[in-house]
T-cell receptor, first 110, second 113 residues
């Protein structure tokens, strides 16, 4: 069982909804990440938090809003999403270079 | 130009044979290299990492790194049907010391009984 948990595991939302994804790591790591994985495409890094400070925003649209209240928790707030945002959203954590992933949230935007 | 390139496959391997996966990267300053296994519908699982030129063995897996040629490979010995998955190569970017990874699109491996 992974030391990184994500909820919900599946989410279907309309384009006008607001929802949040949650990630929690139990590994004592200092860095946390959000990735997007679309079919047949490489993992896309979205955000990086290092000691609760955002150190990377990879040109992500403002309809995705991250929040990192402490080193163990990471949220991704979603609003007015588009159908092309449907994907697997993965959270990961690391002490330094080796990243460990959570199970992901399968998001479908209708 | 893709920064991390992998053959998408599928790579068909008979059970018991050696699966050989290759990955090339464009950032000559990259220092750390990772292989992840991803089963269909699941998240990536770290199976190997290598930081120095040469070979690193862990059970049935061997990672090989050649920084001069900018490639890293993964060998899976005695392939089993449970090895059927997509294997992702990941490379650190030199501009970030906190392990920002660049991923390839993955190679699908199918082990046939």
């Amino acid at each position: 069982e992974t030391g990184v948990t994500q909820t919900p595991r599946h989410l279907v939302m309309g384009m006008t909804n607001k929802k949040s994804l949650k990630c929690e790591q139990h590994l004592g790591h200092n860095a946390m990440y959000w990735y997007k994985q679309s079919a047949k495409k490489p993992l896309e890094l979205m955000f990086v938090y290092n000691f609760k400070e955002q150190t990377e925003n990879n040109s992500v649209p403002s309809r995705f809003s991250p929040e990192c209240p402490n080193s163990s928790h990471l949220f991704l707030h979603l609003h007015t999403l588009q159908p092309e945002d449907s994907a697997l959203y993965l959270c990961a954590s690391s002490e330094k270079y080796e990243q460990y992933f959570g199970p992901g949230t399968r998001l479908t935007v209708t | 130009q893709k920064e991390v390139e992998q053959n998408s496959g599928p790579l068909s391997v008979p059970e018991g044979a050696i699966a050989s996966l290759n990955c090339t990267y464009s950032d000559r300053g990259s220092q750390s290299f990772f292989w992840y296994r991803q089963y269909s519908g699941k998240s990536p699982e770290l199976i190997m990492f290598i930081y120095s030129n040469g070979d690193k063995e862990d059970g049935r897996f061997t990672a090989q790194l050649n920084k001069a040629s900018q490639y890293v490979s993964l060998l899976i010995r005695d392939s089993q049907p449970s090895d059927s998955a997509t294997y992702l190569c990941a490379v650190t970017a030199t501009t970030d010391s906190w392990g920002k990874l660049q991923f390839g699109a993955g190679t699908q491996v199918v082990v046939t009984p």
